[in-house]
C-alpha cells in the first residue's frame, strides 16, 4: 500500500458528500502517512538505545540516553521526509494538488482581467544590483508578449541612509530613462521611499498595501536578491486568477548567481537535496501552505485584511515586533480561511545566499531568534494544525542544535570515564542483536535522505545531465559531503550559542545582509569563529586526557572540523577556487548546464561597468526622476524623499 494517498479530488464522492470534509480526510491521511512511520521509527531507535546500552546508571547515563533519543527523532522525521518525497516523486500527478497540476497547462501571458504589483522591498541595498535585476525582470516580461499594462514593478524602499537613498534615486532616473528606449512591452518601473521604517520588511509591504493596494489585485513579493521570469510571474497570477479561494502560492527559489566556493558548494547542495523534501512539503500541506517571505505571489485584498501582525508581549528577544514574520503572516492568512499552496517544481525563480560561512552564520542567529519568537505565537487560537507545524518546525530546527551538543559532550564525558563509545558510536562498537538493530537504524536515518537525493537524479537522464553527467555529480557529492562533516560541527555549536543567547536575553541587530562575493579576511574568521575554536582545543585537550585511542579516532572529524573552521571560512569565501571548482566541472547545477536567459543577463550587467553618476538634487527639491513611468499623477503621489 502506498504511503501516500491520492489527491482529494481524485477520491470518488459519495453521494451528497461534502468536497470539504473529503479535502480533511484526505489530508488527515497524507499527514499520518508521514507522522506515524516517523514515531514508530524513533520507539524503535529508543527501544534498540535502551536495550543495547541497558537500564541508565546514574544520571550522566540517564542524560545521554535521553539526549540521543531526542534528536534521532528530529533525524527520523527528516529521513521520513525524504523517503515520503520519494514516494510522491514517483507517484507523480497522482499527488498533486489541483493548483500544481494546473500550472503545468496554463500559458504565461496576461489575460486583460487583473493587475499586479511585482514589489521589491529594499534597505540600504547595492542600488545599481537591484535595478539591473529589475531590468533583467522587465525584459523577460516583455518577451512573454503583450503591452506590459497588466503588471507593475516596484520597489519599495526603506532606506535611511542619505547617500544609499540617493543611488537609489539615480539608478531609478536610469531604469527610466532605459525604459523609454528600451522598446514595447515592457511594464511600468515605480519607486517610492517611505519617510519612517517602521515595522521593517513587513511594515513597508503593509505600508505599500495601505496606500497603492486599490490598484493593484495581486502582489509578487521580491527580496533584494530575488529573480523571476516574466513567464513565472505571469503564470503565478492566472493561477491566482482562476483560483479564487486562493490567497497565496509560493515557488521554490534557488540559489544562484554567486561564485565563491562556499556559494557554488552550497548551490549545488540545494538543488541535489531540496526536491524531495519539497516535493513531500507540498504532499502532505495541502492549503496549509506556508510562506516563505519572498518569490510568492499574495492576494493583496486577503493579505491586507488579514495579516497584520501583533506586537508579541514582553521584551526583546522573545517579545516586541516579529523578525521572522512571513510564517506568521501565512498562518494569519490560512486562519482566515484562505488557502496557501506550494508550486515544487514552477521555474525561472531564484534568490541569492551568503557567499561564505561567517555572513551564513550570521543569518542564522538573526532566523534563530526570529523563529524563537513563534513560542509566542504557535499556541494563538483559530491557527490550522499545518500553520502550527510550520511555526514548530522552524522553532525544533534550532532546538535539536543545544540537544546535539549537549549529547555529544555528555557523551564524550561518558565514554572518558567508562572507556565504552556508548550511544556515541549509535552502536556499531556494542554487541549483540539490540547493538546491531540500533547501528543499523541510526545508520539509515543519517544516510537516508542524501542517498535517496542522490538517486532520484541519478534515474533521470534529464536529471544527470543538468549537474553535469554522472561523473561530475558523483563526484561534486561526495566533496559536498566532506565538506558537510567539517561544516555540521561549526553550524551545530553556533546555532546552540544562538539558543542559549536569545533565551539569555541577547538581542541581535538584523542588518543588511552583505550579497556579494566576498573573501572573509583571518582576522574576522578567527575572531566571529572563537567559540569553535575553544571548544576544538577544550576537545582536543580531553581526548588527550583519555588516551583512548578509538575515542580520538572516533571524534577526529569533529576536533578537526572545530579546529580548522576558521581556515574553512577563509579557503571556501574565495572566488577563483570557485570558479576552479566550475572549470573543472564541479558543482555544477542547471543553472550552468542550462543557464536561463534572465540569469545570463544579470551576470553581464553585474560585469558591466557602472554607468556614470548624476548629479543629486538639491535637498527639498524634487528629483523628476520620482515621477513613475506610468502618466496617471493620481497613481502616484509625490515620494517623500
Not at 226 to 248: D, F, K, Q
Not at 479 to 489: D, G, I, N, R, S
Not at 491 to 516: E, I, S
Not at 575 to 585: E, I, K, M, N, P
Amino acid at each position: 500500500m502506498s504511503l501516500v494517498p491520492p489527491p482529494h479530488d481524485a477520491v470518488p464522492a459519495a453521494p451528497g458528500a461534502d468536497p470539504s470534509r473529503r479535502e480533511a480526510a484526505s489530508l488527515r491521511r497524507r499527514r499520518l502517512a508521514l507522522v506515524l512511520p516517523t514515531v514508530a521509527t524513533a520507539l524503535a531507535l529508543a527501544a534498540a538505545a535502551c536495550a543495547s546500552v541497558g537500564m541508565p546508571d546514574g544520571p550522566l547515563d540517564a542524560a545521554v540516553l535521553v539526549l540521543f533519543c531526542l534528536a534521532m527523532a528530529w533525524q527520523c522525521y527528516i529521513a521520513w521526509t525524504y523517503l515520503y518525497g520519494a514516494i510522491a516523486a514517483a507517484l507523480g500527478r497522482r499527488v498533486m494538488s489541483a493548483v500544481e497540476r494546473q500550472a503545468a497547462g496554463t500559458a504565461p501571458q496576461a489575460s486583460g482581467r487583473s493587475r499586479t504589483a511585482a514589489v521589491v522591498a529594499i534597505h540600504a541595498e547595492d542600488a545599481a544590483a537591484v535595478f539591473a535585476a529589475l531590468r533583467v525582470m522587465a525584459r523577460s516580461l516583455a518577451r512573454t508578449g503583450g503591452d506590459g499594462r497588466d503588471l507593475d514593478l516596484f520597489v519599495l524602499s526603506d532606506t535611511r541612509d542619505p547617500d544609499i537613498a540617493a543611488a537609489e534615486e539615480q539608478e531609478f532616473a536610469r531604469i527610466q530613462a532605459w525604459r523609454e528606449s528600451a522598446g514595447p512591452g515592457l511594464p511600468a518601473i515605480r519607486y517610492r521611499r517611505r519617510a519612517e521604517n517602521t515595522g521593517r520588511k513587513a511594515g513597508n509591504l503593509g505600508e505599500f498595501c495601505t496606500t497603492y493596494g486599490h490598484e493593484y489585485d495581486f502582489m509578487i513579493v521580491l527580496d533584494a536578491d530575488s529573480l523571476m521570469t516574466g513567464a513565472a510571474m505571469r503564470r503565478l497570477v492566472r493561477l491566482m486568477e482562476e483560483n479564487p479561494r486562493t490567497g497565496l502560492i509560493q515557488t521554490v527559489s534557488y540559489a544562484a548567481g554567486r561564485d565563491t566556493l562556499f556559494a557554488r558548494i552550497q548551490q549545488f547542495a540545494v538543488r541535489l537535496y531540496a526536491p524531495l523534501s519539497i516535493r513531500a512539503l507540498e504532499t502532505w500541506q495541502g492549503p496549509d501552505g506556508g510562506y516563505w517571505g519572498h518569490n510568492a505571489i499574495l492576494r493583496i485584498a486577503a493579505f491586507a485584511a488579514n495579516a497584520e501582525l501583533p506586537v508579541l508581549p514582553g521584551r526583546p528577544p522573545l517579545g516586541g515586533e516579529i523578525l521572522c514574520h512571513d510564517t506568521v503572516e501565512g498562518a494569519f492568512l490560512r486562519r482566515a480561511g484562505w488557502e496557501l499552496r506550494l508550486l515544487p517544481e514552477e521555474p525561472g525563480t531564484w534568490e541569492e545566499m551568503p557567499t561564505n560561512l561567517t555572513d551564513l552564520l550570521g543569518r542564522e542567529r538573526r532566523w534563530c531568534q526570529g523563529n524563537l519568537q513563534h513560542l509566542g505565537i504557535i499556541g494563538l487560537p483559530g491557527l490550522t494544525a499545518g500553520s502550527r507545524w510550520h511555526l514548530g518546525a522552524g522553532i525544533l530546527s534550532y532546538l535539536v542544535s543545544p540537544v546535539w551538543v549537549a549529547f555529544l559532550v555528555l557523551g564524550i564525558w561518558q565514554a572518558i570515564r567508562s572507556g565504552d563509545l556508548g550511544l556515541l558510536a549509535y552502536g556499531l562498537t556494542g554487541e549483540g542483536p539490540a547493538a546491531a538493530t540500533l547501528a543499523a537504524l541510526s545508520l539509515a536515518v543519517l544516510a537516508l535522505p542524501k542517498l535517496l537525493s542522490l538517486g532520484h537524479v541519478l534515474s533521470s537522464p534529464e536529471r544527470r545531465a543538468a549537474f553535469g553527467g554522472t561523473r561530475n555529480l558523483l563526484v561534486s557529492a561526495a566533496l559536498e559531503q566532506a565538506l558537510w562533516v567539517l561544516l555540521w560541527p561549526v553550524m551545530t555549536l553556533f546555532n546552540a550559542g544562538a539558543v542559549a543567547t536569545t533565551f539569555a536575553g541577547r538581542v541581535v541587530r538584523w542588518d543588511t545582509q552583505v550579497r556579494d562575493d566576498r573573501r572573509v579576511p583571518w582576522s574576522e574568521a578567527c575572531r566571529l569563529q572563537a567559540d569553535s575554536l575553544v571548544a576544538g582545543v577544550l576537545l582536543a585537550a580531553a581526548l588527550a586526557y583519555a588516551a583512548d585511542p578509538w575515542l580520538a579516532l572516533w571524534m577526529a572529524p569533529l576536533a578537526v572540523a572545530l579546529l580548522a573552521s576558521p581556515a574553512l571560512s577563509v579557503l571556501t569565501s574565495r572566488v577563483d577556487l570557485g570558479q576552479a571548482a566550475r572549470r573543472r566541472g564541479l558543482f555544477l547545477t542547471v543553472d550552468d548546464t542550462a543557464q536561463a536567459p534572465e540569469l545570463h543577463d544579470l551576470a553581464a550587467a553585474r560585469a558591466a561597468p557602472p554607468a556614470p553618476a548624476r548629479p543629486h538634487p538639491v535637498r527639498g527639491e524634487a528629483p523628476v526622476w520620482l515621477a513613475t513611468a506610468t502618466d496617471d499623477a493620481k497613481a502616484s503621489p509625490p515620494r517623500e524623499i
